[in-house]
């Protein structure tokens, strides 16, 4: 256990966001305004979390207790929360500039509702990274769910709305009806204590048949971690314009769904519970092994698909899994890797999908096999795709390396050398489904740079330039961080190290 | 003056009935105040109650000083207020006065000028209410429920559509079936026990090692209550009244009646259970509590499956209304050994009022402003009164159980209860009808938020295209709704998150009253 | 069937007499068409309770409960003891009694107001025959689902 301080930094932290939103409703007259309140809140939350930081890092964990009784709200910031609250804070800012130049570009309608529901699922995002207990966690949990739905469902078309029924009946019903009445049952089983930092739920509680059902209850019911059979939310949402599918269903939503899962399976079971053997297997491996069945149905789904933003889905929805796997090795390696591929993925994803919009920004282009060559035309870009997707390999130079390298290494520490398999292959399939996006943006055969043939529009080439700045620039530096952390992903270890061994 | 509390609470609202009724046929403009001071006069009286049960434990007052342990046959009138239903007196005050400011432009507009009339009744029907929470007298239960009876009949048959009155007619014959039998049981209770005091009844049931209470006379009694009781409050499957009833009666009306006629009706079933027959009597010499929690899963299944099928908004929220008493009927039933159920299905009486009235002040502003008694006519409804959707969306999240709001908490009490006591089927009907009320409210949610049919480029809603001719001038002209109905829309919002968010003293008060009831029963 | 009679009928037959008008009145309420009928038949309904509870009150050879009179009684009869003290056995239980009238008020205020609904249900339909006035509806709700 690490100790605490008491501290309504956490509070504020969060409100930033939300306090944006009348701000940014006042000005929804006045667009110059309204994104300049998007990024004062951006920057001042930043540095709260900044400022939570100071104190974590030193190993204490800064706690505010909200609501007390019964069913406490509590905030908590410790080391894995911290990892989670900076990636998505730091990120939104990007997004936030890269939603101006792609809302602008397109001249998309009701822009202020869209930057204020924005404001509000980062509220929600750092609510569960700072939930102190389940019932916390849960509660901001749903809001992102709602807050989050108007966004998916932007474009109000047939599409869309499909597309956000699919999302909230995915999201909403499997967490009220596996994560609610899991939580309720934990909360009875423990005699009204829900909060984190002790295993709650101690060994010998639980039988290894309701274990398993308790856990897959949590992990399902946290759908926002896209495992399958629980996953097709994931695709659905892509409708959603390209800033609310980069930052939610790269980095904010999904990474909440395997935050939830984290945070059950390391505080709220003792490590005995899991590892009670039912036949061959214990508890802790069926989770390992579903989350390995999606890994490598995703990642092949993901090869076999056209459209650009479909095929980030996929692969977003393996690389979910991959930390849950990497969670339910109960190794320490393997937690460190997990927790890092949190900051991996998300910067190397938030880079990828940055990429998909600033194409069909400048071009309108959604499919890959309309990108041969356009590599050329947009050389930023896709040079930032390209740095991108290595991050999702795990390829060097780039964060995904050192965590990938974690989850292998304890995998083999663990000595579950089929789920090793599982990611080696994974990691072949990744490089399977990007790199050729890649090869064929810079190196298209002759013929194929010429659409006279392909025939469907007349489409002039040597008019397409890189989208505009504020595209392009974000996606800069989110390539640049992805290159960066490779170098400088000293503090992120600190934290992740911290995690562990609090555990 | 402190110790004349409890009457006040019920004799502030008849002495404003007396005034309005005299007075009120002069000058309309002189209803309104009279109501609004004795309503705040009976809050003022229920806050000062509560304190004091707070403080000392509960309150004991007999009526004109008929003390029933000195007169000759038992028979003065207690009134007795304890935590709980000092709880579920403050909300009768607090609704009661926001649907009074409600109804300000409202009664005179629906009721063809009968403003007087209205609040008269309006007032009795609150004097009936807040006595059958206060009283601890069974024969005084029956009569204040027929006066609470009496003037819902008469509220819903006031509007002008005819369908109200054909429903109010049908209510009259099954809410006085109700009312008979209840009073049935009382005879067979008193012949048992020669007493009408609940206190006295429970006292004499359980004297030597509960040897009357075993009698099957007693369990006559108490299945006649209950049916009546059941009626009263809509319970499945004898509901048949109240979908009619509080959908064709004047938004006034039904705004009042929704949220506070059934949820009374089940805090004097629980008060029943625990006062009167006791916990012990009821679940271990009875049992029968599979059977109810049965019939509850039943009924909330029912209610939120035919809740589906409505396609107008008002009578949708009816069938939720019976599945809500299913909610709560099923927690008061489910025997856990903590009283989880109980304690849920008490917080869901509060809780449910509000949303209810929450929801019912949303809806009533919609069919008005907009002519939409049907879901589809909401389209666009967001952009054109953000407000009212607003409070709309508050009370339809916390219907479907999305924290903070209190119906999240309420739920999670009474799943909790459902586990503890091992009824499964009780928290799959739950989770089941969240999930319903959440299609429900989505449906309406997305039609209400981005139009009828699928946005083709960025357009106008439609509404106009409506085929009747009223409804496309209205469509074009509608606007926010007035103040008076939106602060009552407003300030119950803001209830229903706070009673959400600060569930924990809210619970502390009821786990500690209903304890020792629960203890006595071992 | 004799046995049966003095055991089950003959010691109860108020009850018997209350239950058998109830349902009668139940009857009426479920089965009649006719609005009117139906409240006649919600009004034997409410009487049979009545007579119920007068009839428990009653007791074989007992006076009329007036305290005065209840007490020469007991002077004369000189049984028990202290002088005034009341013997329960020599008059009817008052207090069911005394119910009833609030109940008949009850049950009279009522059948006013639901006289009164069905007076306005003429005037809103022209008919007070259930059947009609459900195919009104129906009709009406075809037209116009707004009603």
């Known amino acids: 256990m690490t100790d605490s301080v008491n501290s309504l930094l956490p509070v504020w932290a969060c409100l930033a966001s939300l306090l944006a939103v009348p701000a940014i409703l006042i000005f929804r007259k006045e667009p110059f305004l309204r994104e300049g309140a998007t990024f004062v809140a951006g920057l001042v939350k930043l540095g709260f979390v900044i400022a939570i930081y100071q104190h974590v890092k030193n190993g204490t964990a800064v706690e505010c207790v909200l609501i007390e009784g019964p069913l406490p709200i509590v905030l908590r910031v410790d080391a894995l929360g911290m990892v989670f609250a900076l990636v998505a804070s730091s990120l939104w800012i990007l997004t936030s500039l890269y939603a101006i130049g792609y809302m602008r570009g397109l001249k998309e309608h009701s822009q202020t509702r869209f930057f204020a529901f924005f404001a509000v699922s980062l509220f929600a995002t750092l609510g569960v990274a700072f939930a102190g207990n389940l019932l916390t ?54 005699g009204s204590e829900i909060e984190f930092g002790k295993a709650i739920l101690e060994s010998g509680d639980l039988g290894p048949w309701p274990t398993v059902a308790l856990l897959l209850a949590f992990c399902f019911g946290f759908s926002k971690a896209g495992m399958m059979p629980f996953h097709s939310w994931l695709p659905g949402a892509m409708v959603a314009p390209t800033p609310v599918s980069a930052l939610l269903h790269a980095v904010a939503v999904v990474k909440v769904g395997v935050f939830c899962v984290i945070r059950v399976v390391t505080e709220v079971f003792d490590t005995d519970l899991l590892t009670q053997a039912i036949g061959a ?147 072949i399939l990744n490089a399977a489904y990007f790199l050729p996006i890649v090869y064929q943006a810079f190196f298209p055969k002759s013929d194929e740079v010429d659409p006279g043939e392909a025939g469907a529009e007349k489409f002039s080439w040597h008019s397409v330039k890189e989208a505009p700045w504020a595209c392009v620039v974000p996606l800069s530096i989110t390539a640049l961080l992805s290159f960066g952390l490779f170098f400088t992903s000293g503090f992120l270890q600190e934290l992740v190290k911290l995690f562990v061994a609090s555990h | 003056m402190a110790d004349q509390f409890p009457a006040i609470i019920v004799l502030a609202p008849l002495f404003g009935a007396l005034i309005v009724g005299l007075a009120g046929s002069r000058d309309h403009r002189i209803c309104f105040p009279v109501v609004l001071v004795s309503l705040a006069v009976s809050l003022f009286a229920s806050l000062g109650v509560f304190l004091q049960v707070l403080q000392s434990g509960p309150v004991s007052y007999f009526m004109s000083g008929w003390d029933t342990e000195k007169s000759v046959l038992g028979a003065g009138i207690e009134l007795r207020i304890d935590a709980i239903n000092g709880l579920v007196l403050i909300v009768i005050a607090v609704v009661s006065i926001l649907v009074s400011i409600f109804s300000i432009r409202r009664a005179g507009e629906e009721t063809t000028e009968k403003t007087p009339q209205f609040y008269v009744l309006f007032l009795l029907l609150t004097v009936g209410i807040f006595g059958m929470t206060v009283t601890n007298d069974a024969f005084n239960l029956f009569v204040l429920v027929e006066v609470s009876s009496l003037t819902s009949y008469a509220l819903i048959a006031m509007g002008k559509a005819r369908r109200g009155t054909m429903a109010a007619f049908n209510y009259i ?117 599979h059977a109810v929690v049965w019939l509850a899963v039943i009924a909330i299944l029912a209610g939120s499956v035919l809740a ?61 402003r907009c002519k939409a008694r049907r879901i589809e006519d909401l389209g666009g409804m967001f952009k054109k009164m953000p407000v009212t959707m607003t409070g709309f969306i508050i009370g339809a999240l916390a219907m479907i159980g999305i924290p903070p ?52 480029g960025h357009g106008h809603e439609e509404g106009e295209t409506s085929e009747q001719g009223s409804i496309g001038e209205q469509a074009l002209s509608v606007r926010e709704a007035r103040l008076s109905t939106l602060i009552p829309l407003l300030v119950t919002a803001a209830i229903v998150i706070l009673l959400g968010v600060f569930n924990g003293p809210v619970i502390a008060v009821i786990r500690s009253a209903i304890e020792p009831l629960i203890a006595v029963g071992g | 069937m004799k046995e049966f009679f003095e055991t089950s009928i003959e010691p109860h037959f108020n009850y018997w007499v209350y239950v058998i008008l109830m349902m009668i009145g139940l009857w009426a309420v479920i089965a009649k068409n006719n609005l009117i009928k139906k409240l006649i038949g919600m009004s034997i309904f409410q009487t049979a309770i009545i007579l119920f509870y007068v009839s428990v009150g009653v007791k074989k050879g007992s006076g009329i409960p007036i305290i005065p009179k209840a007490k020469e009684a007991a002077a004369g009869a000189g049984e028990h003891g202290a002088a005034g003290a009341v013997n329960p056995d020599l008059f009817a239980n008052p207090l069911p009694h005394v119910l009833m009238l609030t109940a008949i008020v009850v049950g009279v205020s009522t059948l006013g107001v639901a006289l009164a609904v069905a007076q306005q249900l003429f005037k809103d339909f022209g008919t007070l025959e259930e059947d009609e006035i459900l195919e009104q509806i129906k009709t009406a709700d075809k037209a116009s689902p707004d009603g």
């Open chain 1, 137 to 190: 966690l849960y509660l901001f949990y749903e809001i992102l769910s709602l807050s989050t739905w108007p966004l998916v469902t932007h474009h109000q078309d047939k599409e869309a709305r499909s597309g956000g029924r699919t999302y909230l009946a995915h999201l909403l019903g499997t967490s009220v009806a596996f994560a609610l009445p899991a939580l309720i049952f934990t909360w009875v089983k423990t």
């Open chain 2, 405 to 456: 709001t209190c119906g999240f908490f309420s739920k999670f009490y009474l799943i909790r209860g459902g586990i503890e006591s091992g009824h499964w089927e009780f928290v799959a009907a739950l989770i089941l009808s969240s999930l319903i009320n959440a299609v429900l409210f989505f449906r309406i949610f997305e039609i209400a938020f981005f139009g009828n049919k699928p946005a083709e």
């Open chain 1, 281 to 427: 297997l214990s508890p802790s491996e069926i989770l390992a092994w579903v989350a390995a069945f999606t890994v490598l149905v995703s990642s092949l789904i993901a090869l076999t698909q056209d459209n650009l933003k479909r095929r980030l889905a996929f692969s977003t929805i393996g690389q979910l899994s991959y930390i849950v796997l990497g969670v339910a090795l109960l190794h320490d390696l393997a937690w460190r890797g997990s927790v890092l591929h949190i900051a991996a993925h998300a910067t190397g994803k938030i880079t990828l999908f940055f990429c998909a919009g600033a194409i069909y920004v400048a071009t309108g282009k959604k499919y890959i096999s309309q990108m041969r060559g356009l590599g050329r035309r947009m050389p930023i870009t896709f040079t930032a795709f390209f740095i991108g997707s290595l991050g999702v390999i795990g390829l060097p130079p780039s964060l995904g390396l050192i965590s990938k390298f974690h989850l292998v290494l304890g995998a083999a520490n663990a000595g579950q050398i089929a789920l090793l398999v599982v990611f080696l292959i994974s990691t």
């Open chain 2, 173 to 289: 014959l099954m809410g006085t079936v109700g009312a008979s039998f209840y009073l049935l049981g009382v005879g067979y209770l008193y012949l048992k026990t020669g007493t009408l005091n609940m206190g006295h009844i429970h006292e004499v049931l359980t004297a030597n090692g509960g040897e009357i209470g075993r009698s099957p006379s007693v369990m006559v009694a108490f299945v006649m209550i209950l049916v009546g009781l059941w009626i009263k409050m809509a319970f499945f499957p004898l509901y048949g009244w109240l979908p009619n009833a509080y959908s064709y009666a004047p938004s006034t009306s039904g705004c009042i009646l929704a949220p506070l006629m059934t949820k009374v009706s089940v805090y004097v079933m629980i008060r029943v259970m625990l006062g009167v027959f006791g916990w012990e009597w009821v679940f271990g010499h009875l049992g029968w509590n």
């Open chain 2, 308 to 368: 589906l099928a409505q396609r107008e908004l008002k009578k949708m929220l009816c069938y939720l209304i019976v599945a809500e008493v299913g909610y709560m009927v099923g927690g008061a039933w489910l025997a856990d050994s903590e009283g989880w159920g109980m304690t849920g299905a008490i917080y869901h009486i509060l809780a449910d009022a509000f949303m209810t009235l929450c929801l019912f002040i949303a809806a009533s502003i919609l069919v008005k």
